[in-house]
């Protein structure tokens, strides 16, 4: 049977705590590194741990972002904007990780930055990024290739999510009762 705990009120605001849990994470694991995907939930936790790792010398921030080619022109600018910044370390991949396809029926899956599709590209492939890694096969899944890229390396891999929008995204971190923010893969 699972467990889901009920929200508790506690005596600091949002800022307090994420500055207080990304401490920890620091404290904790070999290195700790942001899920970035331009928006407003990994921009808010990449300042939140640029200004843990600015308090104790740990600048830059790596941060990993998956460009997954059909992104809006304003997002793909601001991500640029992002890797100019000397406090962030970012790495922006660009590969044919597998998708669902929510569109087709004949397709259920594709593969963004698909090597041989370059004519179906939604845009040209962005100047400096990574194509290729050691850790990734043909037919992997975002999760998948996550799980591999970081296998072994003893680091933490820090994702904004709001729970407020999803019964889902709450149950993920609300199955815990201690450091119920920190999911480990088993």
Known sequence: MVTIRKRK???KNVYEAALERINHLYDTFDEVVVSFSGGKDSTATL????????????LPVRAIFYDEEAIPPPTIEY?????QDPRVDLEWYCLPIMHRNACSNEQPFWHPWHPDERHLWTREMP?????????FEWGMSMQDFGMAHFEGTGACILQGIRTQESLRRYRVVAMKKDENYIAQDS
């Not at 300042?47 to 740990?58: F, N, S, W, Y």
């Not at 100047?127 to 850790?135: A, M, R």
């Open 47 to 58: 300042l939140c741990t640029i200004d843990v790792a600015e308090q104790r010398g740990k």
């Open 127 to 135: 100047d400096n990024v990574i194509t290729e890694h050691p850790n």
């Open 9 to 11: 009120e506690i005596d």
């Open 79 to 83: 991500v640029e904007r992002v890797r």
